[in-house]
């Protein structure tokens, strides 16, 4: 999610703490023994400089921004970010708090209300100047930068609840800011290059609240729509926060769909927008985080979580709000309800999608938690099956469509494997099933969550959390094991 375009980043023009925000972000990428306790101390400083000035950085205006305070939005943004998925709980903790501060900032500046504007239709001369064309780009550079912070803190907010288990800070269906543009025309590196893609771009006249209509409308051409990547991250955000209401609230509410019509929208969106991405990678990150979100439609993880730890004397500092979501381990781990079938089924796909990420995109954002989130599931099923005394392999169908498993998709063969199975029918080991070993696959997921040590530091503690549950004794005394 590019918010520093390179071709016009200048450091003579960036506020101080803008830019030590970058160097502790761009340090995760640098190995070292003490690169985290000093990329922790630049972020600390940075935080100091904005906590005290931000007033004044408030009303900073760039040389081609049109509203004051945008490189502010964009120091919250990252500074939310390294905090967030820091390995120190109390920069979590600053981050978890602090978000909500530049949503207030974009709106207290103007940006909101810009950033929800219609888009001009423009397509610059080829007769005008060089320097005027120059003009021109980078005021339009700077326009889309403070979309792209503000729908920056959206994705966050999303993210945040996989920690604390709580709704979102603001309300996601409600988002009044127009389509980010493509990021082929964010990134273009000359103003030349600029103009050729504006000629190829197609103008959104559409505002995220709009598109959420369109998507749960069944009768509408959502399909023909083809979303940025910034613009799928955002609206599996705000699926997200629908799910979280459901769970708070404990059913539907005035404004909230049901959970079959969300159902039915995320089956829409990941069959016609993340399932037809030309780019294998960007659509393995997005399927990751669909299948993240469909599980905690299923259970609410951060409860079940907190539950294996209690349960087994595991200390942990993740999860410390009781969610009273009505999330059941021994439940889950007997796979008792089509629901818990169903998030096991979603954690055995982001297993095989583990083992398809590309460590050079592996500083995405989602990627800790939402491999956390499988581990979770397999845990459960695990404790389950040892406390019993049986084998740690379990037959589970081929999801050849996942419509199979959506709530509102009623055209799967009701004698397939996938609706036998949903429905609690043991394997018949015939075709369409394949065996799957739990314990192997916490433990394949245990090494996914190390390989991402390097990039963000809560993965440390999340992976550390697994190896313990995988060294609890009945786990390895188990003989299926």
Known sequence: MPVIHNPTFSSRDCDHPLLLNMIVLGSMFIAGNDTVAKADALWRLANAAVATSWEGLLKRKGLHDQHPGTQLVVTSYLRSMYAMLSASQELRSIGQTSLGLGFQWARQCGIVTAASQPKPTFLPSALISTTELDTRWRVWVSEETQRRAILGHYVLDGLLTDFTGQPTAVRHTANPLMLPYSDRLYDAKTADGWLHE????????????????????????????????????????????????????????????????????????????????????????????????????????????????????????????????????????????RDDRRALLHAVALAELGLQLNLGRAHAVHLPMAIYTAAVIFAAVLANMCRAGRKTVIAVPIARSWDDLSESVDNSDPHGPVSKFLSGVASDSRDGWTKRNVADDLNGLYLIMQQLQPYWGVSAQLSDTVRQWLLIPSFVQHPGI
């Open 198 to 337: 504006v000629s190829l771009e197609a103008q959104d006249t559409m505002t995220f609240r709009q598109l959420y209509i369109v998507l749960f409308d069944a009768e509408s051409t959502f399909e023909a729509l083809r979303l940025s990547y910034l613009s799928i991250r955002v609206v599996l955000e705000a699926l997200q926060s629908l799910i979280y209401e459901h769970h708070e609230l404990g059913g539907c509410t005035i404004g909230t769909p049901s959970k079959t019509n969300i159902s039915f929208a995320l089956s829409r969106l990941h069959r016609t927008q993340i399932n037809t991405l030309s780019s294998t990678q960007e659509r393995v990150e997005h399927a990751i985080r669909w299948h993240v979100i469909c599980i905690r439609m299923c259970v609410e993880t951060s409860s079940i979580a907190r539950q294996i730890c209690e349960l087994y004397n595991i200390p942990q500092t993740l999860h410390t709000i009781d969610t009273q979501s009505g999330a059941d381990i021994h439940r889950l781990g007997r796979l008792q309800t």
